[in-house]
């Protein structure tokens, strides 16, 4: 049903841009939320939307989840905040535990809590200078690590992002991603990542001596980029490379993690144990709480207060969590992202034989993005906008791209009407 446009929701918009600074959003079309449930929001007139987007999968398990809103409901009555920098209390203590516990690898973790991905992201350079002394830290093109100066260093995916805020955090640097759409014709995976791993063994010969280098931060799978998953060997390359340079292994799980690929994690898809592991987005259900986890060792190297806030740690945000991650063991949503997984990528597969305009379909769990050509960013910013008219939430990333990431909770019904509409879109503007 297409969605009115009201008085109200405009308003609204024009108060923002009166008053907000345009830096802090990157605007799509005028969507005003009001409130959300399971796989749907409703915006400020009383239209309902399929989301397809989950607050760029900060709500996995689900808008308004009771079990999460009772936690928050319970711990706001006890206390709202105090801080943890200088004291203690359980739900942080009992968080930092259960999060530990869960990190990939059997090898004894610490937690440092922060309130947002950026802050998880500029706490593994900071924990990785500490540990090995070097100041180094390589990371990749098209990733998208956050927005703090320091994360903004580290990303690589705008170059608004960089653009007149320099200068930037000293020693990162930027190597291609191994995106395995860009091997040569004939060009197998495995001399693929070959080819891709001497980029760094080029670096440590010719510019960086690898025994400067602290860290090496990555994505298991670009999610801003669009879902690009690296091959398999490279993974186990560019891990065997860090760990015979004395060089940190560090993952961002801030986009991918909680069950979003189909596995707890995205590096468990190559069952590998990071040094230094980024979390945020739904490890509270969006609440204002991300977390570094590492190996005790490194964790224990940087002193106090390095990495200390006044509102890290926020009692309701550690009661959220621990909701959070409750709900998705109880409602097995890794695995349910697995399998509704391959149940959309075979209904994107069907959409892609009758629109040839579609490119690629990439889908690693309940987490796709849908390729179109590059000349053709008119038209999937027209199929997004047609979308949000006839009560469907999905963007588009990299112009391209359609980014495929709704509430691990969403049923058949609604993913089966919600492909229905790009269908119909693409038949209208097509």
């Not at 090496?216 to 560019?238: H, K, T």
């Not at 189909?262 to 204002?288: R, T």
Request: proline share 5%; hydrophobic share 40%; aromatic share 8%.
């Amino acid at each position: 049903m297409t969605q009115q446009k009201n008085p109200k929701r405009q308003r609204l918009i024009a108060m923002d841009h009166q008053y907000v600074a345009p830096a802090g959003r990157v605007s799509k079309f005028d969507l005003v939320v009001d409130h959300g449930l399971g796989a749907k929001i409703w915006d400020v007139d009383g239209n309902a939307y399929i989301d397809f987007l989950a607050s760029a999968s900060a709500v996995n398990v689900g808008h308004g989840n009771a079990k999460v809103v009772a936690a928050i409901h319970q711990q706001t009555d006890k206390l709202i905040h105090y801080i943890s920098g200088y004291f203690y209390h359980g739900p942080a203590i009992k968080l930092a535990k259960r999060l530990a516990l869960l990190a990939p690898g059997k090898t004894p973790k610490k937690v440092s809590f922060s309130t947002s991905g950026s802050e998880a992201a500029e706490a593994v350079v900071k924990f990785a200078r500490s540990y090995t002394k070097r100041s180094v830290i390589l990371t990749f093109q098209n990733s998208w690590h956050g927005t703090t100066l320091g994360a903004a260093s580290l990303s690589a995916i705008d170059g608004n992002m960089h653009r007149d805020i320099g200068p930037l955090i000293p020693d990162i640097h930027h190597l291609p991603f191994p995106d395995p759409n860009k091997r040569f014709p004939g060009e197998s995976i495995t001399d693929f990542s070959s080819r891709y791993l001497k980029d760094f063994t080029d670096l440590f010969e010719h510019d960086i001596p690898a025994d400067q280098v602290a860290a090496i931060l990555i994505e298991p799978i670009q999610g801003d980029a669009g879902i690009i998953m690296p091959p398999n060997s490279y993974m186990q390359g560019l891990y065997q490379l860090c760990h015979e340079n004395g060089i940190l292994f560090c993952t961002d799980e801030i986009n991918q993690g909680f069950g979003r690929s189909g596995k707890l994690w995205s590096i468990d898809h190559f069952n590998l144990e990071p040094d230094l592991m980024a979390v945020g987005k739904s490890l509270a259900s969006g609440m204002p709480l991300s977390a570094i986890i590492g190996k005790a060792p490194i964790m224990d190297t940087l002193a106090s207060p390095a990495n200390a806030t006044t509102t890290a740690a926020n009692p309701i945000c550690c009661a959220a969590a621990l909701a959070t991650i409750d709900e998705l063991e109880a409602l097995h949503l890794t695995e349910r992202s697995d399998e509704l997984g391959k149940f959309s990528k075979t209904q994107f597969l069907n959409l892609q034989k009758d629109f040839p305009v579609i490119k690629q379909v990439r889908m690693v769990g309940l987490n796709g993005g849908i390729e179109f050509e590059e000349s053709q960013t008119k038209l999937v910013t027209d199929l997004c906008n047609y979308c949000f008219e006839h009560g469907l939430i999905i963007i588009s990333t990299m112009d391209h791209i359609l980014r495929f990431q709704p509430p691990l909770v969403i049923t058949k019904d609604e993913l089966t009407q919600g492909i229905n509409i790009i269908r119909e879109g693409l038949l209208k503007l097509t």
